[in-house]
């Protein structure tokens, strides 16, 4: 009988902390800017340029740590890791390395498992410490390669987990989760087209049922949540193909070519650089106090998951309209203002998942919503008050779109508002029942579903107008139905 094999999977993200300047020195982060432009003697690495620690970095950072349920150490360390490549002026990255600011943190994912149930998972965050990022070299720009700066000392945090993911759908579910966290708590914009947010993945695969961890391979950069999924599922399927043809794997780094649908080697082990740590001499340990960490607890914002059962307890939604509210903050906001303003989150929610959010557009921690919460609060009291139909809400939230004009003045400039004057709706119903006698009959007799027939009529000739519900008594009364 041939081996059953599990897959052990470990994450290492690497997430661009949002503050204004760099994490040594105070040049800009801005994205985008011309080459070699945010650039300074520290951020250079030109001798005898001194790094100054970002105190909002380290805030960000522990805000990171904290919501991950991490312990933070009162003293912490940073390191030189050495290395030389173009894009590290220094030739060393100032990282952390024994004695991290935080460990021990659990991320809790939701799957769906083979027999479709939702299952809740616990995976491990072994450590969460702060570096710098490095710059960026281009090898598109004709005969030479070019290296920009700009990025060499932007804030990053790097979170590593322990190897307690089974499958590329629970790494792709970590990596999801984790990204939301980050933006709700405002650390990180989750792009990871742009790499403001990476992932590196360590996978390896061991027999059912065994303990010890098998030979790792390490996956680099794969910079979507599909290609996450894809290089995995790949990556286990070749793991076992060599040992079940008698062969042994390698501890190597990988890449994954998403054209090709395969991963490819880029070094192995004996390849591997020694690093060299050893605690950076110009910086001074990171210490933490207990104060401080309890102000920056005190200060966390409420995360995905606390919003989510907040909203359904709150506001009755059901757990899926939550989920779909909370997919970004300023959606979240959107929704609370509307609701705040309206005073039915029922309806607000409805309306907000079925017309607004088709229409909006976010990126990074903005979002861009072609309404106001008080245009939406505002139509949403129309229909209440009967003065449009939920129908005309809709054509009518379609004029508003990109304007900013009130759903009222909109309204009587477009001659939606419904007759409401019974006198009016009765006058069209006296025609309709004349002009059609058989009908009527019928519906005297009790053939219910002619009623539709009528409703229709009197919405064609008012044009949709009528309210609905008042041509509907009105026929009941003149045909005198029950
Ligand atoms: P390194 O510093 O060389 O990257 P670490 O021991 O810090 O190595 O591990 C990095 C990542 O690799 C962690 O996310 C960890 O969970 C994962 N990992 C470690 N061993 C294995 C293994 N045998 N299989 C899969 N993942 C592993
Ligand atoms: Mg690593
Ligand atoms: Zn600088």
Redesign the pocket.
């Known amino acids: 009988m041939s081996v059953q094999y599990e897959a ?5 993200v690497h997430a661009q902390l949002l503050t204004h300047t760099k994490i040594f020195c105070g040049c800009s982060t801005a994205f985008g800017a011309s080459p070699n432009t945010n650039v300074c003697p520290t951020c250079l690495g030109l001798p005898g340029a001194l790094p100054v620690l970002n105190a909002k970095a380290v805030e960000y950072a522990v805000r990171t740590a904290l919501s991950l349920g991490c312990r933070i150490r009162e003293h912490s360390v940073f390191a030189r890791k050495n290395y030389f490549y173009p894009d590290l002026p220094k030739g060393y990255q100032i990282s952390q390395y024994d004695e991290p600011f935080s460990e021990a943190g659990v991320l809790e994912i939701t799957t769906t498992n083979r027999a479709g149930e939702v299952v809740t998972k616990r995976a491990g965050i ?1 450590r969460v410490h702060m570096e710098e990022d490095a710059g960026k070299n281009m090898h598109d720009k004709g005969d030479f390669s070019v290296v920009d700066l700009n990025r060499a000392g932007t804030p990053l945090v790097e979170i ?5 993911l089974r499958s590329g759908e629970e790494a792709a579910e970590y990596l999801k989760t984790l990204r939301e966290i980050l933006v709700f708590l405002g650390v990180n914009d989750g792009n990871l087209e742009e790499g403001s947010f990476r992932c590196d993945a ?3 695969i061991r027999p059912v049922g065994t303990t010890k ?4 391979v ?1 996956l680099k950069n794969i910079n979507s949540f599909k290609f996450v999924k894809d290089a995995l599922a790949y990556e286990i399927r070749r793991q076992e193909s060599v040992l079940e043809s008698g062969g042994s794997l390698v501890q190597e780094t990988r890449g994954w070519d998403d054209k090709a649908g395969k991963t490819f080697s880029l070094r192995s082990k004996e390849e591997a650089h020694d690093y060299r740590y050893f605690p950076d001499p110009d910086l001074p340990p990171l210490v933490l106090s207990a104060e401080y960490v309890a102000r920056v607890r005190n200060d966390l914002p409420e995360l995905p998951s606390e919003k989510r059962a907040r909203f359904v307890e709150k506001y009755k939604l059901t757990p899926y309209a939550s989920n779909v509210l909370t997919q970004h903050p300023k959606v979240a906001v959107f929704f609370e203002e509307t609701g705040k303003a309206h005073g039915d989150y029922t309806k607000v929610a409805n309306f907000v998942q079925s017309e607004v959010l088709r229409d909006v557009t976010t990126r990074g921690l903005e979002a861009s919503f072609p309404v106001t919460p008080t245009q939406v609060a505002d139509l949403l009291t129309l229909v209440d008050k009967g003065d449009i139909s939920g129908k005309q809400a809709k054509e009518l939230y379609a004029k508003m779109v990109g304007t900013e004009r009130s759903p009222s003045d909109l309204m009587l400039e477009l001659g939606m508002q419904q007759v409401t004057d019974v006198g009016a709706i009765e006058a069209v119903c006296v025609r309709l029942i004349e002009a059609n006698p058989k009908q009527a009959e019928q519906l005297r007799q009790g053939k219910a579903n002619i009623m539709g027939f009528f409703v229709g009529q009197v919405m064609k000739e008012t044009k949709g107008s009528a309210n609905p519900q008042i041509v509907n008594d009105c026929i009941k009364r003149l045909l005198k139905l029950g």
């Open positions: 052990v999977i470990g994450l290492e072994t590593v987990g322990d190897p307690d360590n996978v390896s961890f098998g030979t790792r390490e």
